[in-house]
T-cell receptor
Framework: GAVVSQHPSWVICKSGTSVKIECRSL??????MFWYRQFPKQSLMLMAT?????????EQGVEKDKFLINHASLTLSTLTVTSAHPEDSSFYIC??????????????FGPGTRLTVT | GENVEQHPSTLSVQEGDSAVIKCTYS??????FPWYKQELGKGPQLIID?????GEKKDQRIAVTLNKTAKHFSLHITETQPEDSAVYFC?????????????FGAGTRLAVHP
C-alpha cells in the first residue's frame, strides 16, 4: 500500500515556541491530507483538512491561527503549532487518501508525531 | 452528522480464543466501514474494510460483518495471538460526492494473554 511519512517522530519544545510537523506522501500524490490529534487512551479527532493550493478547512473548535497548515505541494503538508502550551502536548497524526479515479476509498495514516510541550 | 459507537472499550482474551468488537453508526448514508489497528506509539493501520453492498468479508483470521438494517458492524478475530494485542478502531464514512471524513469509534484495547 501507499506510504505516508511524518517528521519528526517526536519533539519536545518549550512553552511559547512554535513547532512544525511535516507529512509526506512517499509514492503517491495527495491533493488532500488530514491532520488528527490523539490524546492518551482516546480516539483520533480530526483537526483539519489540508488542500493543496488552497486554504485548509478546520473542524469546529480548532483554532486556525494556532494550528497553521500549509499544503505546498502534492506530496507535502505541514502543521505548525504556534505558541505551544503544555495542553497542546499530544500525538499528531496525518493521513492521506490515494486518489483512484473514483470516490477515494483507502486512507493511509502516517506514523504520528509525539509533541511534548514543557 | 455521523456518530460511531464502539464496544467494548477493553477486551482481554486467552491466546487462541476469538475476539469480537462491535460498532454502531447513525448515518444510514454511510457505506464504507474500515477497521484500524494501532500499536503503541504508532499510527493506525488498516486491517480490513467493508462496503455496504456486502454483508461479510474475511481475510485469514480477521472477518468483518455488516448489518445495514441495524446499522452495526463487527470485527471478528479468530485464533488470537499475543501480537494481536493493540487498540482497534472502527470507522464509517460515505463514499460519494467528493471526500467525506472518516468518523472513528472510541477504540477497543485488546489484550491477548499467552
Amino acid at each position: 500500500g501507499a506510504v505516508v511519512s511524518q517528521h519528526p517522530s517526536w519533539v519536545i519544545c518549550k512553552s511559547g515556541t512554535s513547532v512544525k510537523i511535516e507529512c509526506r506522501s512517499l509514492d503517491f500524490q495527495a491533493t488532500t491530507m488530514f491532520w488528527y490529534r490523539q490524546f492518551p487512551k482516546q480516539s483520533l479527532m480530526l483537526m483539519a483538512t489540508s488542500n493543496e493550493g488552497s486554504k485548509a478547512t478546520y473542524e469546529q473548535g480548532v483554532e486556525k491561527d494556532k494550528f497553521l497548515i500549509n499544503h505546498a505541494s502534492l506530496t507535502l503538508s505541514t502543521l505548525t503549532v504556534t505558541s505551544a502550551h503544555p495542553e497542546d502536548s499530544s500525538f499528531y497524526i496525518c493521513s492521506a487518501p490515494e486518489l483512484a479515479g473514483g470516490p477515494t476509498v483507502e486512507q493511509y495514516f502516517g506514523p504520528g508525531t509525539r509533541l511534548t510541550v514543557t | 452528522g455521523e456518530n460511531v459507537e464502539q464496544h467494548p472499550s477493553t477486551l482481554s482474551v486467552q491466546e487462541g480464543d476469538s475476539a469480537v468488537i462491535k460498532c454502531t453508526y447513525s448515518d444510514s448514508a454511510s457505506n464504507y466501514f474500515p477497521w484500524y489497528k494501532q500499536e503503541l506509539g504508532k499510527g493506525p493501520q488498516l486491517i480490513i474494510d467493508i462496503r455496504s453492498n456486502v454483508g461479510e468479508k474475511k481475510d485469514q483470521r480477521i472477518a468483518v460483518t455488516l448489518n445495514k438494517t441495524a446499522k452495526h458492524f463487527s470485527l471478528h478475530i479468530t485464533e488470537t495471538q499475543p501480537e494481536d494485542s493493540a487498540v482497534y478502531f472502527c470507522a464509517a464514512r460515505r463514499l460519494s460526492g467528493g471526500y467525506n471524513k472518516l468518523i472513528f469509534g472510541a477504540g477497543t484495547r485488546l489484550a491477548v494473554h499467552p
